[in-house]
């Protein structure tokens, strides 16, 4: 499997604009998680779903933030619109159900967010 | 809800000295614990994990850690480190029941001098 693929790797947008980071997670896996990485706040859990189903999106920072995920192989996460503080690198992981032999998250590369 | 601390942000180490990194958690059930690895302009990758079982992990590239429930600790630690070793090392926790999210760490930032 080629991993977690996420697109693009980078993105530069100006202020006000939509932006629309992909993911698309390892065959089979049941769970996805979207994380934003920032100097400040370290890595925080912005949302999750699990068989396609938001689980817990109390970690998406405003409305002007929203993720899909339409099938098991593809999410979305946007922002519009965007602001100079959404700058960040985002990632994607996905994970197993988990069962007895516990569960890691699988990561993907990567997009950093510049908003100018 | 579980929480993680990484007391130390930045470490500073020689080539061929050990070093061990520090993580402690909380949470009000029980958990299972991970430390990932992030090299430059890279993601995540899994070290270890600790699941159940013996407290002593082994993971990848010569790390282990130890889990210790009296002290709620889960340290990393590597005998003798290497130029490559250099990256930003996460602590993360999720419940074995219940919630499947993972909670990482703010990170340690491992700088290996030559």
């Known amino acids: 499997d080629a991993g977690v693929i996420q697109s693009p790797r980078h993105e530069v947008t100006e202020m006000g604009q939509e932006v629309t980071l992909r993911c698309k997670p390892i065959s089979g896996h049941d769970y996805l998680f979207w994380y934003r990485q920032t100097m400040m706040r370290g890595l925080e859990l912005l949302i999750y779903?699990?068989?396609?189903?938001?689980?817990?999106d109390s970690g998406m920072p405003e409305d002007r933030f929203s993720a899909k995920m339409p099938n098991a192989s593809f999410s979305t996460l946007k922002i519009q619109p965007s602001e100079p503080r959404d700058s960040a690198v985002y990632f994607c992981?996905?994970?197993?159900?988990?069962?007895?032999?516990?569960?890691?998250?699988?990561f993907g590369q990567g997009t950093r967010l510049t908003v100018v | 809800a579980q929480s993680v601390t990484q007391l130390d942000s930045q470490v500073p180490v020689f080539e061929e000295a050990p070093v061990e990194l520090r993580c402690n958690y909380s949470s009000s059930v029980s958990v299972y614990l991970f430390w990932y690895v992030q090299y430059p302009n890279q993601g995540l990758q899994l070290l270890l994990k600790?699941?159940?079982?013996?407290?002593l992990v082994k993971g990848i590239n010569g790390f282990e850690a130890e889990f210790n429930k009296s002290q709620t600790s889960f340290h990393l630690r590597k005998p003798s480190v290497h130029i490559s070793d250099t990256a930003e090392y996460f602590c993360a926790v999720s419940e074995t029941f219940g919630n499947e999210k993972l909670t990482f760490g703010t990170g340690t930032r491992l700088t290996i001098i030559p």
């Open positions: 779903f699990n068989n396609n189903v938001p689980i817990d």
């Open positions: 600790y699941l159940s079982g013996s407290t």
């Open positions: 992981a996905s994970s197993l159900e988990r069962g007895s032999l516990g569960t890691e998250a699988f």
